[in-house]
């Protein structure tokens, strides 16, 4: 991951959802891998919630239902998860990955006291995530839900379930500065009250689905920040899609096509966005030295 950069300078965060933003569902995709009907794995999840299941206890859950020795999975580690992340550089969406560099070499010739920082903020699977050349590259942090192991590393309990309420926590930690590794040890620390924010929400633009970041949406857009709704109108997430649609009532104003590149509707609309802020965080500086 990316290391922090110091105070003083004018941090800027791009805070990504995962799954049918940057790349296809990698959930469905690997279950898919290991020969699992993912439209009724994504039924039964959603069967799950309507008898009153927390929207992620539900599919992870089921998901390891499906673990262990003479189970659909097989013993499974977090291991393989990694190994089947290391597969997903090639899925990533139109214009990925050069979009992380363009953006952070556009922030630095607007001026260089201008830092970009990328963010995940996802329900998926932590290990999956990581394990992608371009999120680990480009990414200071990846909050997702995690998977526990037994002492042969079987995955057999869940660590950390993020549901679709639950990022906007997240968006906190990201805004008051702290760091993932000390809150993944200690959750009370995104209560702490600090004095300066670090990334100011007006500094904060998350993209996301558009589906399941709704809570999303309204804490940055009302505090100021900048939101994009992506729609992936591709087949292969119907199922979970179907899933999330329990959830999430429509309620983003524009939705864009997951392409990055510099003429695409949201590639170009986030590089915008990016020097709009930059150009209103220099006028502010100047106006206070005057
Ligand atoms: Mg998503």
């Not at 990504?16 to 933003?21: A, N, R």
């Not at 299941?53 to 859950?61: E, F, G, K």
């Not at 699977?125 to 002492?151: H, M, P, Q, W």
């Not at 997951?258 to 930059?278: E, K, Q, T, Y």
Request: a negative charge; hydrophobic letters at 40%.
């Amino acid at each position: 991951m990316v290391p922090a950069m110091p105070l003083g300078r004018n941090v800027l965060a791009l805070v990504f959802d995962f799954d049918d933003t940057l790349v296809p569902d990698s959930t469905t995709k690997f279950l898919r891998s290991r020969g699992i009907d993912t439209a009724d794995f994504w039924s039964r999840a959603g069967d799950l919630v309507r008898r009153g299941y927390d929207t992620a206890l539900a599919w992870l859950t089921l998901f390891l239902q499906l673990v262990g020795e003479d189970r659909p999975l097989g013993k499974l580690t977090n291991a393989d998860l990694r190994e089947f992340g290391r597969t997903l550089d090639n899925d990533a969406f139109a214009g990925l990955p050069a979009f992380f560099y363009e953006v952070r070499a556009t922030a630095a010739e607007a001026d260089r006291d201008a830092h970009i920082e990328f963010y995940i903020v996802s329900g998926g699977l932590k290990e999956i995530i990581t394990s992608c050349g371009f999120i680990a590259e480009n990414f200071r942090a990846v909050y997702a839900s995690e998977l526990g192991e037994d002492e042969n590393h079987g995955l057999n309990s869940i660590k950390r379930a993020v549901n679709f309420t639950e990022k906007t926590r997240y968006l906190f930690e990201i805004n008051k500065g702290l760091d993932a590794t000390d809150t993944s040890t200690n959750p009370f620390l995104v209560n702490k009250v600090v004095d300066q924010r670090r990334t100011p929400w007006e500094n904060m633009i998350y993209v996301g689905d558009g589906l399941t970041d709704v809570p999303c949406f309204s804490l940055v857009s009302r505090n100021g920040g900048r939101v994009y709704g992506v729609f992936n109108p591709a087949e292969e997430s119907r199922a979970k899609r179907a899933f999330e649609d329990l959830l999430a009532p429509q309620r983003v104003s524009s939705l864009h096509s997951p392409r990055f590149g510099a003429i695409d509707d949201l590639g170009s609309g986030l590089r915008l966005s990016v020097g709009n802020r930059i150009t209103a965080l220099k006028v502010e500086a100047s106006q206070a030295t005057h």
